[in-house]
C-alpha cells in the first residue's frame, strides 16, 4: 500500500503569532520535496508536527489515510534527521543506530545485522565501534542519517542536516540524501541548499510567514517563480547554480 503524506489545514499558534497558518500539503508516495524558505517561517514547526514532536492547534496529519492525531512519535511511521545531531555521545556509533530498535524489542542479532546494513549505506563499514566523539561532523551527521534509517520509515524527514557542518563536509551527507532519493523514499527536506533542491527534489516548496506561497517543480518555482515572495527569495540566492 502506497502511504502518502497529507498535512490537512494544519495550524500551530504561539500567541498572536501563527508559526504554521492553514497549511495543507500532500506529499505522493515516492516522493522527494524540498521546502525552502527565510529563517523562522515555519519549516522546522511543520517537519516537528509530521513527526509528532508538535500536536497542531487545528488540522491533521495523515499517513495511508489513518490520521496521526494523538499518536506519539514512536509509534508513527515518520523519522527525522535533526539540525543538530541528536546523537548519544557516550554510546557508541552502533549503539546510535541500534538505539530505536533496541527500545522496539528487535532481537540483538537483528540490530547488529540491521546496524551493519544501514552504516554501509550511509558510507560508514565497519564503525560500529567507534565513539560518537570520533567522527567529524559530516560523518555523525551520516550516523544520525543511519539510524532514522534503521527503523524503516515511510516517510523521512531532514531539518537543514547541513547548516551546522563545515562547507567540505556538506557534500558527504546531500550525497547520502541524494542516493536515498534515488530509492524512491518518500522524503521532506528543510535546507539552504537550493542548488541540492533544484537538482535532486521532485517539488519544491516556498514557504513564508507560516504559508505556502508557491509548490511546484523545481524549474516552476526556482527558475520561473510567480510569487513576489518566492522571486524575493531566490533572487538572494543567484550565486547558487542551478
Same mark, same amino acid.
Given at each position: 500500500?502506497?502511504?502518502?503524506?497529507? /498535512? +490537512?489545514?494544519?495550524? #500551530? !499558534?504561539? @500567541?498572536?503569532?501563527? &508559526?504554521?497558518?492553514?497549511?495543507?500539503?500532500?506529499?505522493?508516495? %515516492?516522493?522527494?520535496?524540498?521546502?525552502?524558505?527565510?529563517?523562522?517561517?515555519?519549516?522546522?514547526?511543520?517537519?516537528?508536527?509530521?513527526?509528532?514532536?508538535?500536536?497542531?492547534?487545528?488540522?491533521?496529519?495523515?499517513?495511508?489515510?489513518?490520521?496521526?492525531?494523538?499518536?506519539?512519535?514512536?509509534?508513527?511511521?515518520?523519522?527525522?534527521?535533526?539540525?543538530?545531531?541528536?546523537?548519544?555521545?557516550?554510546?557508541?556509533?552502533?549503539?546510535?543506530?541500534?538505539?530505536?530498535?533496541?527500545?522496539?524489542?528487535?532481537?540483538?542479532?537483528?540490530?547488529?545485522?540491521? /546496524? +551493519?546494513?544501514?552504516? #554501509? !549505506?550511509? @558510507?560508514?563499514?565497519? &564503525?560500529?565501534?567507534?565513539?560518537?566523539?570520533?567522527?567529524?561532523? %559530516?560523518?555523525?551527521?551520516?550516523?544520525?542519517?543511519?539510524?532514522?534509517?534503521?527503523?524503516?520509515?515511510?516517510?523521512?524527514?531532514?531539518?537543514?542536516?547541513?547548516?551546522?557542518?563545515?562547507?567540505?563536509?556538506?557534500?558527504?551527507?546531500?550525497?547520502?540524501?541524494?542516493?536515498?532519493?534515488?530509492?524512491?523514499?518518500?522524503?521532506?527536506?528543510?535546507?539552504?541548499?537550493?542548488?541540492?533542491?533544484?537538482?535532486?527534489?521532485?517539488?519544491?516548496?516556498?514557504?513564508?510567514?507560516?504559508?505556502?506561497?508557491?509548490?511546484?517543480?523545481?524549474?516552476?518555482?526556482?527558475?520561473?517563480?510567480?510569487?513576489? !515572495?518566492?522571486?524575493?527569495?531566490?533572487?538572494?540566492?543567484?550565486?547558487?547554480?542551478?
Amino acid at each position: 500500500m502506497q502511504q502518502d503524506l497529507e /498535512v +490537512d489545514r494544519v495550524s #500551530k !499558534r504561539y @500567541g498572536a503569532h501563527a &508559526a504554521v497558518d492553514t497549511l495543507s500539503l500532500t506529499v505522493a508516495h %515516492g516522493s522527494f520535496f524540498s521546502i525552502l524558505g527565510p529563517s523562522g517561517c515555519g519549516k522546522t514547526t511543520l517537519l516537528r508536527i509530521v513527526a509528532g514532536f508538535l500536536a497542531p492547534d487545528e488540522g491533521e496529519v495523515r499517513i495511508g489515510g489513518a490520521s496521526m492525531r494523538g499518536v506519539p512519535p514512536n509509534r508513527r511511521p515518520v523519522n527525522m534527521v535533526f539540525q543538530h545531531l541528536a546523537l548519544f555521545p557516550m554510546m557508541t556509533v552502533g549503539d546510535n543506530v541500534g538505539y530505536g530498535l533496541a527500545r522496539r524489542g528487535v532481537a540483538r542479532a537483528e540490530i547488529a545485522s540491521r /546496524v +551493519d546494513a544501514m552504516l #554501509k !549505506r550511509v @558510507g560508514l563499514p565497519g &564503525a560500529q565501534a567507534k565513539r560518537i566523539d570520533q567522527l567529524s561532523g %559530516g560523518q555523525k551527521q551520516r550516523v544520525a542519517i543511519a539510524r532514522a534509517l534503521a527503523m524503516d520509515p515511510e516517510v523521512l524527514l531532514f531539518d537543514e542536516p547541513t547548516s551546522a557542518l563545515d562547507p567540505e563536509l556538506v557534500g558527504e551527507v546531500l550525497r547520502v540524501i541524494r542516493a536515498l532519493a534515488e530509492e524512491g523514499r518518500t522524503m521532506l527536506l528543510v535546507t539552504h541548499e537550493i542548488g541540492f533542491a533544484y537538482h535532486v527534489a521532485n517539488r519544491v516548496v516556498f514557504l513564508a510567514d507560516g504559508v505556502i506561497h508557491e509548490q511546484g517543480t523545481p524549474d516552476e518555482v526556482l527558475k520561473h517563480p510567480t510569487q513576489p !515572495r518566492t522571486r524575493a527569495f531566490v533572487e538572494r540566492h543567484r550565486e547558487f547554480d542551478f
